[in-house]
């Protein structure tokens, strides 16, 4: 296996794919990896629609702005789209109320799932590019998503066709700070 940190500044967004279908294996191995992901007192608050049908890709890339998004072809190039959707008031919630000053912690498990999910796709040989510039409230209704879950994100998947250059980083001392602010 590659080297955590050689994947983490390896990986790129990819917005252009090869006409390359995934193997359900490599598949299985990307939803384990949401699967392991960690939350909120473990409890896994995600559901992923796997997106296959050219035509159901089409109604999510009509969810995306009709300019300005450079994703928006990627939602129907990929051979996949992984939608990422969870359960609202569950994560960051005790006996139905919120725990923490920020209240719901789904976008936080998202987050550590996508995360998961994506360095998975890299060390796998895949591309993903994470969207969330879209009508949400669009995209969920094209997928069904039932009340009470969100739909949250959507990953392309597939082999890259183009891999761009790092952009660039902050040096860690300008955002580092120490015992105080």
Same mark, same amino acid.
């Given at each position: 296996m590659t080297d955590l940190m050689n994947l983490?500044?390896?990986?790129?967004?990819?917005?252009?794919?090869e006409d390359r279908p995934l193997s359900?294996?490599?598949?299985?191995?990307l939803l384990d990896a949401v699967r392991w992901s960690p939350s909120w007192t473990n409890c896994q608050c995600w559901e992923v629609i796997v997106v296959k049908d050219a035509a159901a890709k089409e109604k999510l890339q009509?969810?995306?702005p009709p300019k300005g998004n450079p994703a928006s072809n990627a939602m129907v190039q990929a051979p996949?789209? @992984?939608v990422m959707c969870a359960k609202a008031k569950v994560s960051g919630y005790y006996k139905n109320m919120a725990s923490t000053k920020f209240g719901d912690w789904m976008m936080y498990d998202l987050g550590l799932a996508t995360q998961n999910l994506c360095l998975t796709a890299h060390n796998l040989g895949l591309g993903t590019v994470v969207v969330? @510039?879209?009508?949400?409230d669009k995209a969920a209704q094209a997928m069904q998503v039932p009340d009470g879950y969100e739909l949250v994100t959507m990953i392309p998947v597939g082999?890259?066709?183009k891999v761009g250059s790092a952009p660039p980083r902050k040096e860690t001392v300008a955002f580092t700070h120490y015992d105080k602010w």
């Open positions: 983490i500044q390896e990986r790129r967004s990819i917005r252009k794919y359900d294996q490599i598949l299985q191995q009509a969810s995306l996949v789209v @992984l969330g @510039l879209f009508d949400h082999y890259p066709a």
